[in-house]
């Protein structure tokens, strides 16, 4: 399921008018009320450190352009991502080179959006959600980053905390639980219930699978799809590079890699040489073994190769579940074949083979940031992402890009950074397959790296979460609840319903959290509760 991206700001600009003329009177009435804290957020010098040295930190942390690849980090207020910014050390979440949100899309694309899916079933996809009827005021989504150079406090724990997420966790509805609260600031538990039980994690797995990707390859890392050009035998070969995102379509909103792109290189490389006639071939050699999940062929994810245009979908969707072709990159090679022919290239029909060392490149085409496709595959819960994503941890790391290899992968990469994987067990990098076991103090310990100053790769991580009330597979949820203030990576299977994100509480505080439950019989019951849950949590001011 793939996250659009935000149209040029032209395009935009009516949505955006529409948008602000709703919640204009809201921002009035926040611009007021958290203004006192927006001044004790400031971020100060903490003893000992050196001035050139934490001009370095707030540069690297705090201001736009200052991150390598161009990435940068701010928070937003959580009612759409829009309201205020916070203190400089507590930023975070990158922007596009217009100014614009890449990870929190405008209220009109949120709304426009094929809804997705997680695992198991269509539930409401192609429903537009229902925006909350009232969007609340609250501090930043990511308050609290900056640890101790900030003055946000810590949260607590102990019996208060306790006495409001409790009896909320033990609604029958959510059946075996595991689940764990941290202070993102600290790392300190402040909540948990069966924290190191392995339970099956459904889509939630996704925040691994992103945490262990941009730590291999980093954020700027790109997914590239090459033209070959074998001269003795006049061959093109389409080479597939694992980019799901490669697209086909002449409107590219997404800014994804584009087939009708590479095709025009192509050609205009061939007739550089003078070639018209060329006999067309496809490479997807880059992924060994079977293509099918075990889950069998479904309509959330398609055959499994490291060549496809738009996801191997038979409609015009973007996201959620679709019928998709049985040979991804057989019908990819086809398109690229006609898109030569409109430009004046002759092609056979084209059929398997390699490239080889001989094959020199003609073009090629490259996907956006894996920063930018790791929040496509959060935000939407994008399946066929999630596959390929796990599958480059393999190739990074020297491993073999099949099911085995890429959870070896991204279990070795979780490993190096020191998080409880007691239990844990990859099967997959999507969730799809019920044989993946999670533990909730795994995934907010993951959350919490995520969180860390020092490792600001990571920070996708935390962007990417659907925000409650407005974007991705949290867009239809939280109407009258902590819409804009909960940002959550969902997960569902049959019998299986998981949430696990961020949540900033009464009083500014940034807490990680992840609710596991299984044996859950009524799915509306069991994600009511686990809404609710979350919800109070952001309105915890408990001491």
């Not at 370095?56 to 928070?75: K, Q």
């Not at 994804?256 to 095709?263: E, K, V």
């Not at 999940?293 to 479904?298: D, K, L, M, Q």
């Not at 399946?383 to 393999?394: G, K, S, V, Y």
Request: glycine fraction near 12%.
């Amino acid at each position: 399921m793939v996250v659009p991206e935000l149209r040029p700001w032209r395009a935009a600009r009516p949505h955006v008018a529409r948008f602000a003329g709703a919640v204009r009177p809201r921002l009035a009435r926040t611009a007021a009320a958290v203004r006192p804290r927006l001044a004790r957020l400031r971020p100060s010098r903490p003893a000992g450190a050196g001035t050139a040295a934490w001009s370095r930190i707030t540069r690297s942390v705090a201001w736009p352009g200052t991150w390598p690849g161009a990435w940068r980090f701010t928070v937003v207020a959580a009612t759409a991502g829009t309201v205020l910014a916070a203190g400089a050390v507590t930023t975070a979440g990158p922007w596009d080179s217009t100014g614009q949100r890449t990870a929190e899309q405008d209220r009109a694309v949120a709304l426009e959006a094929t809804r997705g899916t997680d695992h198991g079933g269509r539930g409401n996809a192609g429903t537009p959600p229902r925006g909350p009827r009232t969007a609340l005021s609250a501090p930043s989504v990511l308050t609290g980053l900056g640890g101790g150079a900030t003055t946000v406090k810590s949260a607590p724990g102990g019996k208060a905390l306790t006495g409001a997420l409790a009896p909320l966790l033990k609604s029958p509805a959510l059946g075996d639980l595991s689940a764990s609260v941290v202070d993102v600031s600290t790392g300190r538990s402040v909540y948990g219930d069966g924290t190191g039980d392995a339970l099956t994690p459904a889509s939630t797995t996704k925040i691994a699978t992103a945490v262990a990707v941009l730590t291999a390859l980093g954020p700027d890392h790109r997914l590239t799809t090459r033209a070959t050009f074998e001269p003795d035998t006049k061959e093109v070969i389409l080479v597939g590079g694992g980019d799901p995102t490669l697209t086909a379509r002449e409107k590219n909103p997404t800014g994804s890699a584009s087939l009708r792109d590479l095709a025009g290189r192509t050609a205009a490389a061939l007739a550089e040489r003078g070639v018209r006639e060329v006999t067309l071939s496809y490479d997807t050699t880059l992924y060994p073994g079977g293509q099918r999940h075990p889950i069998g062929v479904n309509p959330n994810l398609a055959a499994l190769t490291p060549l496809m245009a738009d996801e191997a979908r038979r409609d015009n969707s973007a996201a959620g579940p679709a019928d998709r072709v049985a040979d991804p990159a057989a019908d990819a090679a086809r398109k690229f074949g006609a898109l030569l022919k409109e430009n004046g290239i002759k092609a056979t029909p084209p059929g398997p083979s390699k490239s080889t060392t001989r094959a020199g490149t003609l073009a090629a085409v490259s996907s956006p940031p894996l920063a930018t496709l790791v929040e496509r595959m959060l935000t939407h819960s994008d399946n066929d992402l999630a596959e390929a994503l796990a599958r480059q941890t393999a190739i990074a790391t020297g491993g073999r890009a099949d099911f085995a290899g890429a959870s070896a992968a991204v279990r070795a990469q979780l490993q190096k950074l020191g998080v409880p994987l007691k239990g844990a067990v990859f099967k997959d990098g999507s969730g799809l397959d019920r044989g993946n076991r999670l533990t909730a103090g795994l995934l907010t310990a993951l959350l919490v790296k995520s969180g860390d100053p020092a490792r600001p790769e990571l920070r996708p991580v935390l962007t990417g979460l659907p925000v409650a009330g407005f974007t991705g597979t949290l867009a239809g949820r939280y109407a009258d609840g902590a819409a804009g203030v909960v940002r959550a990576k969902t997960g569902t299977l049959t019998g299986v319903n998981a949430l696990a994100g961020t949540v900033v509480d009464r009083e500014g505080r940034l807490l990680a959290f992840a609710f596991l439950a299984t044996g859950t019989t009524d799915p509306t019951a069991a994600q009511a509760a686990l809404d609710k849950a979350a919800t109070a949590l952001a309105a915890c001011g408990c001491r």
